[in-house]
């Protein structure tokens, strides 16, 4: 278990239950970020009492400076904040913003050798092969918190050389089965009333249209070292099982809890060990049953362009998730419709020039010039 940590996006909902489980587990917070909720930020600087803590806007962390003037805190700002916190005194860090916004910060955490406890899927969807590169040559170990990925983790510690196949599990979301015709109405409100998990804005609109699960199967590729026919998506609306492995010899094995992202969360801060935990126990008397079947593309046409992507490579899955952010933000302004998401991500994908091996300079370019066609 570590002892430190930073956690870059403390105020989302992926932070915030980070650092109680980092104050449950007695584990010294040493660094804080936020984009600009200084309110909430300012409470949990006063609770954790950090050396270091960021805001993105500038705005915001001007505010926040007044407001903590009589704590012993260093107060940042921008990206560059970001990158300060990531690696600011901390045995590992919670990749836990949102966005493309954590690629830098997690490769600064990379080259200090810092654990990273990797909540930010689109770290690995943009820079998947700079990224895990840069880790192995570091000797930084990336340990998954989405819930999906951590169980495949689980199943494949001392397995990695007998596996044949991951099976990536999901709900399905709020509108599964409906068809593009019936999400023409939905309203934000809809989207982020995920049936079973609790979580942020953005990544419940991502659930619902399944970019989400389309994110995870890039992020698989990276994190197991995979190609894309060595995944397979399968709908379990009652998200009990997180995932699966199948072994060379036919064996699957499956990671099996409550729908609570507590324990993928504490996990990648007591790995390789274990520890007690608040969360609910399973009640197999009370299960009435598990289903499972395959995701019909036609009507999670973002779940199919994911996949599309990540047969591409190169900057195609970076476009993607640019546009996706950016489609996902101004859907939940009310900007745009519900299904005008996957039509002004599948544009961007389509004008932007793929580049086969890109660096991380083009990544980033990308990443602007997709939000701009997404935008616009």
């Known amino acids: 278990m570590v002892k430190s940590i930073s956690v870059l996006g403390s105020t989302g909902s992926i932070g915030r239950q980070s650092l109680a489980a980092a104050e449950r587990l007695g584990i010294r917070v040493t660094a804080l970020t936020a984009q600009k909720s200084i309110g909430l930020l ?23 400076r007044v407001a903590v003037a009589d704590m012993p805190v260093e107060i940042g700002e921008g990206l560059e904040g970001l990158r300060q916190a990531a690696v600011y005194g901390c045995e590992a860090v919670v990749t836990a913003v949102s966005g493309s916004v954590g690629l830098v910060p997690t490769l600064d955490a990379i080259a200090a050798k810092k654990r990273i406890c990797l909540a930010n899927k689109e770290t690995l ?43 990536l599990t999901g709900s399905g979301g709020p509108f599964r089965g409906w068809t593009r015709a019936e999400t023409a109405a939905v309203t934000p409100e809809q989207a982020v009333k995920h049936p079973n998990w609790n979580m942020g804005a953005k990544i419940s ?26 995944i397979q998506v399968v ?4 998200s009990v099982i997180h995932s699966m492995v199948e072994l060379i010899d036919g064996t699957v094995l499956a ?9 993928p969360i504490q996990y990648a801060m007591t790995w390789p060990d274990r520890a007690e935990s608040p969360y609910e126990r399973m009640d197999f008397w009370k299960m009435r049953d598990m289903t499972f079947e395959a995701p019909d593309m036609e009507k999670v046409p973002c779940l199919a362009l994911a996949m599309d992507c990540a047969r591409r490579g190169g900057l195609a899955p970076a476009v993607m998730s640019a546009a996706n952010e950016q489609a996902v933000a101004m859907f939940l ?37 997709a939000r701009r066609l997404a935008d616009r």
């Open 255 to 263: 990671q099996m809890a409550v729908p609570d992202m507590g324990l």
């Open 235 to 238: 709908i379990h609306p009652q």
């Open 205 to 230: 609109v991502d659930s619902a249209t399944m970019m989400n699960k389309g994110l995870e199967f890039i992020e698989a590729m990276h994190l197991f070292g995979v190609t894309p026919d060595g």
């Open 333 to 369: 302004r009310g900007q745009i419709g519900y299904n005008d998401i996957y039509d002004r991500v599948a544009d961007a994908v389509s004008r932007v020039p793929n580049i086969p091996d890109p660096t991380l300079d083009d990544i980033l370019a990308a990443d602007a010039e």
């Open 42 to 64: 300012e409470e949990q600087i006063r609770r954790f009492r950090p050396a270091y803590a960021a805001v993105y806007d500038s705005e915001a962390a001007a505010a926040l």
């Open 125 to 167: 969807v943009c820079a998947g092969s700079i990224v895990m590169r840069a880790a192995a040559e570091q000797g930084a170990q990336i340990v998954p918190v989405d819930s999906e990925h951590s169980a495949i983790y689980q199943c494949l510690e001392g397995r990695r050389d007998q596996l044949h196949k991951l099976l």
